[in-house]
């Protein structure tokens, strides 16, 4: 069964299921983008459901048992066209994501319109980063000698840290572009123009150019990763100087805690 006869198949089993409740289909990442890497990417789906009652998602539950474990995709967003709209700033790259790059699978266009707070993209992009680099740290301290394990765990991190380096890019207010490849080279370009260790970005860009990254040794694709994220960690951190400040995070937080989903300033606290 192709991709498109998939995913017209779960339309068909989501109409079924939830009826009327089904306000939309959205087929978002790198299948739109046309930079899917076979194993490790899914087809992301995201449902909108005019209800998310109980009721209505146990109707839902053997569609999704079917396309997660049946089809061994990951699981769909549920929200309902409110939520999505007041989740803009805890899920800013995912909503960034979509709207570059979406189908409409069936019913309405929703996404397309919601802002985006981009202060608060940027700390959930170096949020991600580092939650990434301790994921990868952690893996490494189970097996430091299984270099097979080390290798799948890199090569399955590749899709993340690729869409965590496009949005260090559009977090610096540089174009982000699509391939896969050209996002790492300007990035790199990015790194090389605030330090003066460049070669070991441009001996591994043009290495990669020659080579798949399956004839790279460990050590390289490890230290690049490592490096890579770290730099970007740094270059969010210093395009925070006109973002979102630590005290300003602070006090997001403690609105949000509160249930108060908007961004408050400091001069509109008493």
């Not at 979406?102 to 993209?121: C, E, F, K, Q, T």
Request: hydrophobic fraction near 40%.
């Amino acid at each position: 069964m192709s991709k498109d006869e998939l995913l017209q198949q779960f339309v068909t089993l989501a109409r079924n299921a939830v009826g009327d409740n089904l306000e939309s289909v959205v087929l978002y990442g790198s299948t739109v983008r046309g930079d899917a890497q076979a194993p490790y990417s899914d087809l992301n789906l995201l449902c909108v459901l005019r209800s998310t009652s109980r009721a209505e998602l146990e109707k839902m539950a053997t569609l999704v048992n079917w396309w997660s474990q049946g089809q061994g995709q990951r699981s769909p967003l549920i929200f309902t066209a409110d939520e999505l709209r007041r989740s803009a700033d805890v899920f800013a790259i995912e909503l960034i994501d979509m709207q570059r790059a979406h189908r409409v699978l069936y019913g309405a266009v929703i996404i397309s319109d919601i802002p985006v707070p981009m202060n608060l993209h940027r700390v959930q992009v170096e949020h991600e980063l580092r939650t990434l680099i301790q994921k990868l740290r952690q893996h490494y301290l189970h097996g430091p000698a299984e270099e097979t394990n080390l290798r799948t765990a890199l090569a399955k991190s590749f899709s993340s840290a690729v869409t965590l380096l496009r949005h260090t890019l559009i977090a610096m207010d540089h174009d982000a572009p699509t391939d896969r490849h050209e996002v790492l080279i300007r990035c790199i370009s990015i790194w090389v123009s605030m330090s003066t260790r460049s070669r070991p970005y441009w001996n591994f860009a043009r290495l990669q150019t020659r080579k798949g990254a399956s004839d790279l040794c460990t050590e390289a694709i490890w230290k690049f990763w490592n490096t890579s994220v770290i730099n970007s960690i740094e270059s969010c951190r210093r395009k925070s100087g006109s973002g979102l400040g630590n005290e300003e995070v602070r006090i997001w937080l403690h609105h949000h805690s509160r249930g108060e989903m908007k961004w408050v300033k400091r001069s509109s606290l008493s």
